[in-house]
């Protein structure tokens, strides 16, 4: 049977989509390899799948690759509009950027500021509920000094009523009473 030509359009199942994806991504990673061996090139290949996942190759690799074409400086060219306008839409994104960035930094020292104050709150907090304890258990004890004064009071008005003379004598008195 052998190869074929085939028709080059959008391929219509999903499942053979991705099939055809990996086999023709596979092809095109490995004439990128034989390019870079054979001619001592440097080659970088970002692809994404149709499920959206990124796949690269490159040699030396991907970054360093990738690195040194964005420190080139863009060889002049006749359509000297076009480099103006993507200068310029290029100036734009950084200074986006840059704004988006310094909300970034702005919105993290406010983050920092709020930790610190819900921080200080929370020892604040602490340290009221330990006074509280520590007033809860003075007041304790002054109750039961309290009681242990009110108990002694009754058994001196109980002297005072029936002086003991012994023991006996006041556990006789009482079985009468």
């Known amino acids: 049977m052998g190869r074929r030509k085939i028709k080059i359009e959008i391929v219509k199942d999903p499942n053979t989509r991705q099939v055809t994806f990996s086999k023709r991504r596979t092809g095109l ?3 990128a ?3 870079s061996i054979l001619c001592g090139a440097e080659v970088a290949i970002v692809v994404f799948s149709p499920g959206n996942k990124p796949y690269s190759f490159g040699h030396p690799g991907v970054d360093v690759v990738a690195a040194k074409y964005l420190q080139q400086d863009p060889e002049p060219s006749d359509s ?19 704004e988006v960035l310094a909300e970034i ?5 406010q983050a920092e500021i709020y930790d610190e104050i819900l921080k200080q709150n ?4 602490l340290s ?3 006074e509280l304890r520590d007033s809860c258990k003075r007041l304790q004890d002054w109750v039961k000094l309290c009681l242990s004064d009110i108990e ?13 003379v012994g023991v006996k004598a006041t556990k006789k008195n009482r079985r009468r009473n």
């Open 29 to 31: 990673f490995k004439k």
């Open 105 to 109: 930094r702005e919105g993290e020292k």
């Open 128 to 130: 009221e509920l330990e």
């Open 122 to 125: 929370d020892v604040t907090t």
């Open 80 to 98: 000297q509009g076009e480099l103006s306008s993507d200068a310029s839409n290029i100036d734009n994104l950084n200074l986006e950027l840059a």
């Open 152 to 164: 002694i009071s009754e058994y001196m008005m109980l002297l005072a009523k029936e002086p003991v």
């Open 33 to 35: 390899n034989e390019l």
